[in-house]
């Protein structure tokens, strides 16, 4: 999905719910080594991040992390420090960058 479709789908959600769109903070696609990419969306006011994975919207809890962010919900689980960003998927580890 493109960058473009994500922030449409986001505008458009905002519209129907009678709010007014919220403009991401920080949005990035992520390109991992296992040949997987997501998007990554976070919101002003919002600690959670905010992800298209697989085609699906996922939403993620941030969490207690000694370094860097870590957001995890279920078996996802996504860390982000200055030196590498790893998604993991259930047992299954990738590092992953930014394009």
């Not at 998007?39 to 600690?47: P, T, V, Y």
């Not at 919900?73 to 960058?97: F, N």
């Amino acid at each position: 999905m493109r960058r473009r479709d994500f922030i449409t789908i986001i505008a458009a959600a905002g519209i129907l719910i009678g709010q007014v769109p919220v403009f991401a903070q920080t949005f990035r696609t992520y390109r991992c080594h296992d040949g997987s990419e997501f998007i990554f969306a976070l919101f002003e006011g919002d600690k959670r991040a905010h992800l298209q994975l697989d085609g699906k919207a996922v939403t993620l809890p941030k969490r207690i992390s000694l370094s860097g962010s870590r957001y995890a919900k279920g078996d996802i689980m996504l860390r982000i420090t200055k030196t590498v960003t790893t998604l993991r998927r259930g047992k299954q580890s990738t590092e992953c960058i930014a394009r």
